[in-house]
């Protein structure tokens, strides 16, 4: 929890500057497991922890696997710095456009369904109560303002009306349910015995948490020792990074557009995914496990609140970080009960999902080649990670740690997916104003096309210095990057200019041969 407060600060701050929350990323689930099942990391033979000779209890020295996770981790984590920094990522976005973001970020909503049913399944009435609450406060009563007691310099004590509903619908659908939980808990409604799926429901369900959690802990670099490196690990924590850097291109985007902010430069995305690099190079040392990626959900809940203001985030990442120190306040969040947690993420996650339908405004829907590609994309990127979650042993190319990142990469939805609407979408024939390049990459340009809003993605403080040093626009991370800009403008000219120039120069060719004739 530390950890993700230290990286929402770093990304908001410093990093590609859209309001975004940090937080371990699942994706590295998949190569730790496989990490952890060589042959040097497995448990010994006897389940019980015996010493079959001596019968004495044997100790299985888990930092020596935390150790590995940690090296693997920093290696892929600098590697992503590298990607980052010399702007690899802003070089490929140039052949990006709508219909390779949009099953990109709608999948990410999509491919994650099966987690919030997992959290609804523990008790569906409760999970759809927190999401009644949540459609009442955001959509049908969210522009009702409340008289709320306030103070200012100019104007002293006075009343001032505040549509608190659009502002903390989470805040106060959790909170009531939080407490109809607990009525229900109370009175014996829901059921005592653990094995039961409502038990999840019970407010006391995760109480050994708060006993359990200590009050003060602060997280130390090399904790469990000097990590170690290995080059099946690396290549599984780098497959993971990968996969981890569309899906947060994806996010940068549905952010932006959720914000109402002007589209992220390629600048201000290479200085995102880098920023993520060394927030995952810290979290390998100081041992949290985990690599740190944007939080697809959190995005959702700027749709609902409405709030995107950069000191909010910045301000949660803060409120993280003094959790991760102090464990019980940490531990009061993490006892929600799952049922509620399902409802909320229930409706993150569709906005996120329906963010990235929206983008497909930009393209001729009315094409047959962008219905096409894009329905390919959508099933494909479905499609391929369940065949590959039920048949992992049959990806046989030779090479353990080739088989590992192809399992990673298309094991992962929004990176299948968005990897065939790419793919499809610079081979199919079609005009780039059929495929929205155009327009797209119009919208996104800012420098040229569209100004910057109050310079949403300069950096703080040092942008006026660094526009003083020509040899900043050569650099991928700096405001000033202008590599790619002439390019973006010569091929993307509007058409009505390239048409304009061409009858132009037809009219001059008629006069030539009229003279001629004359």
């Known amino acids: 929890m530390f950890m993700c407060g230290l990286a929402t600060v770093l990304q908001c701050f410093l990093g590609v500057r859209l309001p975004i929350i940090q937080g371990g990323s699942h994706?590295?689930?998949?190569?730790?497991?496989?990490?952890?099942?060589?042959?040097?990391f497995r448990c010994p033979d006897n389940a019980e922890g015996l010493d079959e000779q001596s019968g004495n209890n044997t100790v299985i020295d888990w930092t020596v696997r935390m150790r590995e996770i940690q090296g693997n981790l920093i290696l892929a984590s600098l590697t992503q710095v590298l990607v980052g920094s010399l702007g690899i990522i802003g070089t490929i976005l140039r052949f990006v456009g709508p219909l390779t973001i949009a099953p990109t970020v709608s999948l990410i909503g999509l491919s994650l369904s099966h987690v919030v049913a997992m959290f609804c399944e523990t008790h569906w009435g409760i999970s759809m109560l927190t999401l009644f609450f949540l459609l009442l406060f955001s959509v049908f009563i969210n522009k009702v303002e409340i008289p709320i007691p306030s103070f200012s310099l100019k104007r002293k004590c006075h009343m001032k009306k505040i549509p608190v509903f659009q502002l903390f619908p989470v805040v106060f659908s959790v909170a009531i349910v939080w407490i109809f939980s607990h009525v229900l808990t109370v009175t014996d409604v829901f059921p005592n015995n653990s094995t039961i799926i409502e038990y999840k429901a019970r407010t006391d369900s995760k109480m050994e948490i708060m006993t359990k959690a200590p009050w003060f802990t602060i997280p130390t670099p090399f904790q469990f020792g000097i990590p170690t490196i290995s080059a099946a690990g690396y290549m599984g924590m780098l497959a993971a990074t990968i996969s981890s850097i569309i899906e947060s291109v994806g996010d940068y985007f549905a952010a932006a557009r959720l914000s109402g902010a002007p589209l992220p430069p390629a600048h201000a995305i290479n200085r995102g995914i880098a920023f993520e690099g060394v927030s995952s190079i810290i979290s390998g040392l100081v041992g949290a496990g985990h690599a740190t990626t944007s939080y697809s959900g959190n995005i959702g809940i700027i749709g609902i609140t409405k709030v995107a203001s950069r000191t909010v985030f910045i301000t949660a990442g803060v409120i993280l970080m003094v959790c991760g120190v102090i464990g019980k306040l940490g531990a009061a969040l993490a006892i929600i009960p799952e049922p509620i947690i399902g409802g909320t993420l229930l409706l993150g996650l569709g906005m996120v999902a329906s963010i990235g339908i929206s983008v497909l405004q930009f393209c001729d829907m009315s094409s047959t080649r962008n219905i096409t590609i894009l329905g390919v994309s959508f099933l494909m990127?479905?499609?391929?990670?369940?065949?590959?979650?039920?048949?992992?042993?049959?990806?046989?190319?030779?090479?353990?740690?080739?088989?590992?990142?192809?399992?990673?990469?298309?094991?992962?939805?929004?990176?299948?997916?968005?990897?065939?609407?790419?793919?499809?979408?610079?081979?199919?024939?079609?005009?780039?104003?059929?495929r929205g390049i155009d327009r797209w990459v119009r919208l996104s340009d800012n420098g040229e096309s569209e100004p910057e809003v109050d310079g949403v993605y300069d950096l703080p403080f040092v942008t006026k210095y660094i526009r003083r040093v020509r040899l900043c626009q050569l650099c991928p991370v700096s405001p000033t990057f202008v590599k790619y800009r002439k390019s973006y403008l010569k091929i993307l000219a509007p058409q009505e200019d390239r048409d304009t120039k061409s009858d132009r120069e037809n009219c001059k060719r008629s006069l030539v041969e009229l003279n001629s004739d004359v």
């Not at 994706?27 to 040097?40: C, D, G, Q, Y």
């Not at 039920?390 to 939805?413: C, P, Y």
Request: no cysteine.
């Open 27 to 40: 994706t590295f689930v998949a190569p730790i497991v496989v990490m952890m099942s060589l042959e040097r």
């Open 381 to 434: 990127g479905l499609m391929i990670p369940e065949w590959l979650s039920e048949n992992s042993d049959r990806v046989k190319t030779g090479s353990d740690e080739l088989d590992q990142v192809i399992r990673v990469l298309f094991g992962t939805a929004s990176f299948a997916g968005g990897f065939i609407g790419f793919l499809l979408d610079n081979i199919v024939p079609g005009s780039k104003h059929e």
